[in-house]
């Protein structure tokens, strides 16, 4: 079964700096998207950005950006310039690609950032 | 357009009570899919429906079901209710699940409290 590890429960940055949250996870297959969604105390859960797995080049959104490494399986989240509202709960995502796949979640990194 | 809608937001049922949730998806959007979220499971997948079809299931009991109707529009439902049902019921949307329309995007949740 695939699986998502976040292992870092909490993380704090300095206002405008920049951090870079972890994700790996576990799948034998081939063809599958991985995400990134912000969940602020108002518990929606916000896309943050998409990555295809066929896709090299990797996903890139204003200030967010992450380094996609499919040998290691690892999607790293890398947020520059953070900002007060980038303060939140983020959770990597796995989805196997076709009619089948669910999106299956990481346990969450809160981040912190302090002004 | 319009995001995700869930009705009701905030709802406090007894045990062995049943209740009924309700998710309006993104026009145009033809998948929905629920999700559980608790402080000590995290995020968890209880179905997805397509085209009035349930075409993905987790891993809940009998319990948990779920419809979805002509509009889309989708309504899960939790019988004989336990303590820990108590969560934030999370419904999702996406076009189609399939290929690039892959990414679910998700309402502001119900928060269920089981007392």
């Known amino acids: 079964a695939q699986t998502v590890t976040q292992s870092q429960p909490e993380m704090s940055v300095q206002e405008a700096e920049t951090v870079t949250l972890s994700c790996t996870y576990d799948?034998?297959?081939?063809?599958?998207?991985l995400f990134w969604y912000k969940q602020p105390p108002s518990r929606q859960m916000i896309l943050v950005i998409r990555?295809?797995?066929?896709?090299?080049q990797n996903a890139t959104e204003n200030r967010f950006s992450v380094n996609f490494q499919k040998a290691a399986k690892s999607f790293s989240l890398k947020i520059s310039d953070s900002q007060l509202g980038d303060a939140a709960m983020y959770f990597c995502?796995?989805?196997?690609?076709?009619?089948?796949?669910?999106?299956?979640f990481g346990k969450g990194t809160k981040l912190s950032v302090k002004p | 357009k319009a995001g995700v809608t869930q009705t009701p937001r905030y709802l406090i049922k007894t045990r062995g009570q049943q209740v009924t949730l309700s998710c309006s998806p993104i026009?145009?959007?033809?998948?929905v899919s629920w999700y559980q979220q608790t402080p000590g499971q995290g995020l968890q997948f209880l179905f997805e429906?397509?085209?009035?079809?349930?075409?993905n299931k987790g891993n809940f009991p009998g319990r948990f079901s779920g419809r979805q109707f002509s509009n889309s529009r989708s309504e899960m439902n939790v019988s004989t209710l336990e303590l820990g049902d108590s969560a934030l019921y999370l419904c999702?949307?996406?076009?189609?699940?399939?290929?690039?329309?892959?990414?679910?995007?998700f309402g502001p949740g119900t928060r269920l409290l089981v007392l």
């Open positions: 995502a796995y989805k196997e690609g076709g009619s089948q796949g669910n999106l299956i």
């Open positions: 990555q295809e797995a066929y896709k090299q």
């Open positions: 026009s145009g959007h033809r998948s």
């Open positions: 799948t034998s297959e081939s063809d599958y998207y």
């Open positions: 999702a949307s996406s076009l189609s699940g399939q290929g690039r329309k892959e990414t679910q995007y």
């Open positions: 429906y397509f085209s009035e079809t349930q075409r």
